[in-house]
């Protein structure tokens, strides 16, 4: 019998402070029509110094659970997909499993920058489909104003912050998300990287004092490749599910730029009203685009149950992808009492994480100067 993987559960988040092309005009020498006229972007959301991206990514994750028949506990596995994590290790998937209290899941980050949301919902779906799980959540989320640099114009007007999650549930009713492409290039690695920090170029007062922690892009070079593959990752995805363009009732691409959008449904001969369209509030959010304008769309009416819907996405690396799914409406039946129950175990997986903390330096105390292998 043939499995499915249907997204059952979805939810958003952002920081609280929005910060319109206004106020970045007194930060750099810039203008409201110039960022509108090149980017399509009015405002986005900036990140306060106690809203993180695993913060961002446990609040989305906790919406996408909340109208699900699963608690966090029923979850087998958490993909993060970001290219703002919180460190390089631990995994900001960790933090999330345990800020929710996902105490029987697996979590690992994924790391192939704007394209990352759709690669991790494939590796979710493939696990779903071959039985090897039966949950799984999978959460872009970014906090790249860290990583921007405020003096440059070319860059800054681009990106915000924020988080979209979608909950995956293995069912034996067709449906849910059929196939997918993923691509990449590192021959165009240099033309969108952050060059500091790793092992090649490890953080030193010369690379902070160049500003190489920050988002370094050659934007002319990125639209080309851009308005390039969103177009054949879509013609190649649908033709994979067996659909023709016609078929296609909406494409959620990734909120990069509106020139690069309108480009694809040119390319594709798509009208524009079958593009879902937000990065006007979102600006650039990376790996948590393509969920935030899904959720959107959903929560509008503008996504149904039977539409058969296409995920294209393009980022760093280079890498590129797309993904096709049918539109299938969950049953979000969940009771008052239902509701009260996940607010306690909420409540019990701060518990747990402060306990185990608590007894690691227990642990530490006790055994921590015999069991060193130095002594």
Known sequence: ??????????????????????????????????????????????????ETTASLAAEAACRALAPTNIEAHDLDLIIVATSSPEHIFPATACLVQDEIGAINAGAFDLSAACTGFIFALNMAAQAIRTGSIDNALVIGSETLSRLVNWEDRTTCILFGDGAGAFVLQGSDRPGGIYTCVMRSDGSGG?????PAGGSKIPTSIKTVE???HTIQMNGREVFR???????????EVVESAGWTIEQVDRVIPHQANLRIIEAAARGLRM????????????????????????????ERGMVKAGDRVVLVG???GLTWGALSLEWVEPERKVSPLVRRRRRVFAFLARVRSFLRRIQRKL????????THPDR
Not at 16 to 32: G, P, Y
Not at 190 to 194: A, N
Not at 363 to 370: A, Q, V, Y
Request: proline share 3%.
């Open 1 to 50: 019998m043939s499995r499915f993987a249907h997204i059952t559960g979805w939810g958003t988040a952002t920081p609280k402070r929005v910060l319109t092309n206004e106020e970045l005009a007194q930060l750099v020498d810039t203008s409201d029509e110039w960022i509108v006229s090149r980017t399509g972007i009015h405002a986005r959301y900036i990140a306060d110094q106690d």
């Open 190 to 194: 240099d033309l969108l990287s952050l």
């Open 210 to 212: 160049q500003n190489l």
């Open 225 to 235: 490749f851009a308005t390039r593959v969103m177009a054949s990752a879509t013609r």
């Open 271 to 298: 009208p524009m009203d079958k593009f879902v369209v937000n990065l006007e509030k979102y600006g650039n959010t990376s790996t948590a685009s393509i969920p935030l304008a899904a959720c959107e769309a959903v």
């Open 314 to 316: 393009f980022g760093a």
């Open 363 to 370: 642990e530490g105390l006790i055994w921590g100067t015999s």
